[in-house]
């Protein structure tokens, strides 16, 4: 069973508009992260925020952690056609390395 | 370098039949893992190895679900028996360490039980 739920399901915006993702979670971790996938590929990986951090930036995505809610956002800046994706979070409860994942956010950014 | 390489992409059988799914890790990856996506859903954990030791097979849903790793770098995933409900993505993802948890993730082997 997955521990992350995940919202919206689907995103649709325009291209330039910003988009956000959440997700939340039910036990404690020691990281969270976020992943990418394209339809019919695999996961690549975006971005890991530890337990103990707050907020981290790479390029146009900014990930915050709030632990007390048990939540996660990640806000993609100035979006592009190319973002489009389905977005995953992922938990690290220190569980030896076994990840859990959300049911994911389906990004649809049109140009 | 070369990513995590999974074979087949694609796999068709017919109920009853036994299946093997191979996965190739990124070169000198201690870790590696195996999940479960069915449309639409995020991946499920299956099982995980740390160089030819499986250390958690907690996520396999049947015995007949079999993983190995004999030589601490490729993997199979063996499937027996299959049913209609095996039909999911099968992805494998590796590790450097488990310390730094990124996983780098294959394209999967799509696999549909008919």
């Known amino acids: 069973s997955q521990q992350g739920e995940e919202d919206p399901q689907a995103l649709s915006i325009q291209e330039g508009e910003n988009a956000t993702m959440n997700c939340s979670y039910k036990t404690s971790i020691n990281n969270l992260q976020w992943y990418r996938q394209n339809s019919g590929r695999g996961l690549v990986h975006l971005i890991l925020?530890?337990?103990?951090?707050r907020e981290k930036h790479s390029g146009r995505l900014r990930v915050t952690l709030d632990t007390s809610k048990k939540s996660s956002s990640l806000l993609i800046t100035a979006s592009r056609a190319a973002d489009t994706a389905s977005y995953f979070c992922?938990?690290?409860?220190?569980?030896?390395?076994?990840?859990?994942f959300g049911q994911g956010t389906e990004l649809s950014v049109k140009p | 370098g070369a990513g995590v390489s999974q074979s087949p992409r694609y796999k068709v059988a017919k109920r009853g039949q036994d299946v093997a799914l191979r996965c190739d890790p990124i070169s000198g990856h201690v870790s590696l893992f195996w999940y479960q996506q069915a449309l639409g859903q995020g991946p499920e954990f299956l099982t995980y190895f740390q160089n030819e030791a499986q250390l958690d097979k907690s996520g396999l849903p049947s015995d007949r679900f079999f993983a190995e790793r004999p030589e601490g770098s490729v993997s199979t995933l063996k499937i027996q028996r299959t049913q209609q409900e095996d039909s999911a993505v099968y992805l494998c993802?590796?590790?450097?360490?488990?310390?730094?948890?990124?996983?780098?993730f294959g394209a999967g082997t799509r696999l549909s039980v008919l």
């Open positions: 925020i530890r337990s103990n951090e």
């Open positions: 992922a938990t690290d409860a220190n569980q030896g390395g076994k990840l859990i």
């Open positions: 993802a590796s590790s450097l360490f488990v310390a730094k948890n990124i996983q780098y």
